[in-house]
Protein backbone atom coordinates (compact mmCIF):
# COMPACT_ATOMS: atom_id res chain seq x y z
CA UNK A 1 0.00 0.00 0.00
CA UNK A 2 1.09 3.33 -0.32
CA UNK A 3 1.69 6.17 2.18
CA UNK A 4 3.26 9.33 3.00
CA UNK A 5 4.70 11.17 5.85
CA UNK A 6 6.40 14.04 6.70
CA UNK A 7 8.74 12.34 8.59
CA UNK A 8 11.03 9.60 7.13
CA UNK A 9 9.41 6.67 8.04
CA UNK A 10 11.34 3.55 9.96
CA UNK A 11 11.85 0.05 7.92
CA UNK A 12 9.96 -1.61 10.71
CA UNK A 13 6.98 0.03 12.56
CA UNK A 14 5.53 -2.17 15.16
CA UNK A 15 1.85 -2.15 15.26
CA UNK A 16 1.98 -3.14 18.85
CA UNK A 17 0.05 -6.40 18.41
CA UNK A 18 2.63 -8.74 17.44
CA UNK A 19 2.59 -7.97 13.87
CA UNK A 20 4.74 -5.20 12.09
CA UNK A 21 4.41 -2.67 8.75
CA UNK A 22 7.81 -2.88 6.90
CA UNK A 23 7.87 0.10 4.63
CA UNK A 24 10.02 0.46 1.79
CA UNK A 25 10.51 2.16 -1.44
CA UNK A 26 10.98 5.26 0.56
CA UNK A 27 11.69 8.26 -1.04
CA UNK A 28 11.57 12.35 -0.23
CA UNK A 29 9.88 14.42 -2.05
CA UNK A 30 8.90 18.35 -2.24
CA UNK A 31 5.36 19.20 -0.89
CA UNK A 32 3.37 22.17 -1.10
CA UNK A 33 0.94 22.98 1.58
CA UNK A 34 -2.46 25.07 1.75
CA UNK A 35 -0.24 28.06 2.36
CA UNK A 36 2.18 27.68 -0.44
CA UNK A 37 4.93 26.37 1.88
CA UNK A 38 7.49 23.96 0.60
CA UNK A 39 8.24 21.10 2.59
CA UNK A 40 10.05 17.67 2.74
CA UNK A 41 7.37 14.89 2.60
CA UNK A 42 8.41 11.06 1.89
CA UNK A 43 6.92 8.66 0.05
CA UNK A 44 6.56 5.12 0.77
CA UNK A 45 5.08 1.66 0.54
CA UNK A 46 4.44 -0.70 3.33
CA UNK A 47 2.96 -4.01 3.79
CA UNK A 48 1.96 -5.74 7.16
CA UNK A 49 4.03 -8.67 7.99
CA UNK A 50 2.57 -10.84 10.61
CA UNK A 51 4.53 -12.01 13.68
CA UNK A 52 8.59 -11.00 13.49
CA UNK A 53 9.45 -9.52 10.36
CA UNK A 54 12.49 -11.59 9.04
CA UNK A 55 13.66 -11.82 4.96
CA UNK A 56 11.62 -14.80 3.62
CA UNK A 57 8.54 -12.57 5.50
CA UNK A 58 8.95 -8.78 4.06
CA UNK A 59 10.06 -10.74 0.73
CA UNK A 60 6.69 -13.03 0.40
CA UNK A 61 4.83 -9.76 1.74
CA UNK A 62 6.30 -7.91 -1.07
CA UNK A 63 5.72 -10.08 -3.96
CA UNK A 64 1.99 -10.64 -2.65
CA UNK A 65 1.33 -7.11 -2.93
CA UNK A 66 1.66 -7.03 -6.40
CA UNK A 67 1.34 -10.81 -7.25
CA UNK A 68 -1.09 -12.90 -5.79
CA UNK A 69 -0.31 -16.55 -5.35
CA UNK A 70 -3.01 -17.37 -8.63
CA UNK A 71 -1.55 -14.87 -10.61
CA UNK A 72 2.21 -16.21 -9.82
CA UNK A 73 0.50 -19.42 -11.02
CA UNK A 74 -0.94 -18.49 -13.75
CA UNK A 75 2.48 -16.22 -14.93
CA UNK A 76 3.97 -19.55 -14.73
CA UNK A 77 2.00 -21.80 -16.52
CA UNK A 78 1.20 -19.16 -19.02
CA UNK A 79 5.23 -19.54 -19.83
CA UNK A 80 5.30 -22.83 -19.57
CA UNK A 81 2.77 -23.30 -21.83
CA UNK A 82 4.97 -21.32 -24.43
CA UNK A 83 8.00 -23.16 -23.70
CA UNK A 84 6.49 -26.34 -24.34
CA UNK A 85 4.80 -25.32 -27.60
CA UNK A 86 1.34 -25.42 -26.39
CA UNK A 87 0.75 -21.80 -26.44
CA UNK A 88 1.92 -19.46 -28.83
CA UNK A 89 1.65 -16.36 -27.34
CA UNK A 90 4.74 -14.82 -27.10
CA UNK A 91 4.19 -12.34 -24.44
CA UNK A 92 4.19 -14.94 -21.90
CA UNK A 93 7.63 -15.06 -22.27
CA UNK A 94 7.87 -11.45 -21.56
CA UNK A 95 5.62 -11.21 -18.42
CA UNK A 96 7.59 -14.05 -16.99
CA UNK A 97 11.14 -12.42 -16.99
CA UNK A 98 9.13 -9.13 -15.64
CA UNK A 99 7.67 -11.42 -12.70
CA UNK A 100 11.77 -12.71 -12.29
CA UNK A 101 13.42 -9.36 -12.56
CA UNK A 102 10.61 -7.85 -9.80
CA UNK A 103 10.98 -10.95 -7.61
CA UNK A 104 14.99 -10.16 -7.59
CA UNK A 105 14.97 -6.80 -7.27
CA UNK A 106 12.71 -7.48 -4.24
CA UNK A 107 14.80 -9.54 -2.46
CA UNK A 108 18.20 -7.47 -3.30
CA UNK A 109 15.70 -4.28 -1.95
CA UNK A 110 14.96 -6.56 1.54
CA UNK A 111 18.37 -7.75 2.02
CA UNK A 112 19.62 -4.09 1.44
CA UNK A 113 16.89 -2.71 4.37
CA UNK A 114 17.66 -5.50 6.73
CA UNK A 115 21.54 -4.78 6.79
CA UNK A 116 20.85 -0.97 7.38
CA UNK A 117 19.04 -2.22 10.97
Given at each position: MKSNSNERPEIFLDLGDGNYHYNYNVNEVEKTDESGEKHASFDYDYVKIYGKPTYEECVKAVIASLYDYAAEIALINKYQSYVLGLDDDSLARDE??????????????????LNTL
Open positions: YLTYLQYVRDVKQKVKQD
